[in-house]
C-alpha cells in the first residue's frame, strides 16, 4: 500500500505570494491532519479533517487554511507569506477522526519544506 | 493538555537493548501512548502506541506501569538506523472536537547509537 504522498517537496516563494501544498493519504484513511515544523518551534498542529470538514485547528492565523476533498486529498494554503513561514510542512493520514480516536496512529508524508525569501 | 515528560538524549551502542523513558503523571483515563520517531531529514513515524497493557510490534514494545503514569519504550536490540528523536504522546481516545485527540509534540528524546 502506497504511503502518504506529498507535492510539491521543495518550494521557494517571496514574501507576499500565497503557496498551495498538497497531500495524498493512505488510500481507505479517511483523516488528514497538517503539521508544522521549525528549529524553534518544533512540531506544531495546524488542523485536521475528516470527511471533508475541519475538525481540529490548532494556534495558527487566519492566513493557514486548508480543505479535504470527496477522495480524502488535502491541501493546505498559506496567503501573504512572511519569512517566519518558513518550514517543513508535513501531513499525516489516519484512519480514524484523530480527535475523538486516541487508538488510531498516524502516518506522516515525507513533507514540503517551504522557504520564504 | 496531558503532557509528557521524556529525557533530553540518550546513548546506545548497536546491538543493545535501549529502554526510552516518558512520564505522564497527568494522564488521564482514556488517553493512549503513542510513541512516534524521528530520523533525520524524515517525517514522524509511528512505533507502537497502547492504552493500558503491555504492547509489542515488529518494531519496539512498550511497558505501561500499573498505574499508567510512566511508560517505557523498549528497542530490543539497536541499530544505527534507530538513531532518531523518540516522542511519547498522550492521545485522547474519547474527548472530541478539541486538540487532545491530536499529536502535541513535545522535545522527545534524542537517541543516539554508536556502532
Not at chain 2, 504522546?89 to 537517541?111: A, H, M, P, V, W
Request: glycine content about 10%; overall charge positive; some cysteine.
Amino acid at each position: 500500500k502506497a504511503g502518504v504522498t506529498q507535492t510539491p517537496r521543495y518550494l521557494i516563494k517571496t514574501r507576499g505570494q500565497q503557496v498551495t501544498l498538497s497531500c495524498s493519504p493512505i488510500s481507505g484513511h479517511r483523516s488528514v491532519s497538517w503539521y508544522q515544523q521549525t528549529p524553534g518551534q518544533g512540531l506544531q498542529f495546524l488542523f485536521e479533517y475528516f470527511s471533508e470538514t475541519q475538525r481540529n485547528k490548532g494556534n495558527f492565523p487566519g492566513r493557514f487554511s486548508g480543505r479535504q476533498f470527496s477522495n480524502s486529498r488535502s491541501e493546505m494554503n498559506v496567503s501573504t507569506l512572511e519569512l517566519g513561514d518558513s518550514a517543513l510542512y508535513l501531513c499525516a493520514s489516519s484512519l480514524g477522526e484523530t480527535g475523538g480516536t486516541g487508538a488510531y496512529e498516524q502516518y506522516f508524508g515525507p513533507g514540503t519544506r517551504l522557504t520564504v525569501t | 493538555d496531558a503532557k509528557t515528560t521524556q529525557p533530553n538524549s540518550m546513548e546506545s551502542n548497536e546491538e543493545e537493548p535501549v529502554h526510552l523513558p516518558c512520564n505522564h503523571s497527568t494522564i488521564s483515563g482514556t488517553d493512549y501512548i503513542h510513541w512516534y520517531r524521528q530520523l533525520p531529514s524524515q517525517g514522524p513515524e509511528y512505533v507502537i502506541h497502547g492504552l493500558t497493557s503491555n504492547v509489542n510490534n515488529r518494531m519496539a514494545s512498550l511497558a505501561i506501569a500499573e498505574d499508567r503514569k510512566s511508560s517505557t519504550l523498549i528497542l530490543h536490540r539497536a541499530t544505527l538506523r534507530d538513531a532518531a528523536v523518540y516522542y511519547c504522546i498522550l492521545r485522547d481516545g474519547e474527548n472530541y472536537g478539541g486538540s487532545q485527540g491530536n499529536l502535541i509534540f513535545g522535545k522527545g528524546t534524542k537517541l543516539s547509537v554508536k556502532p
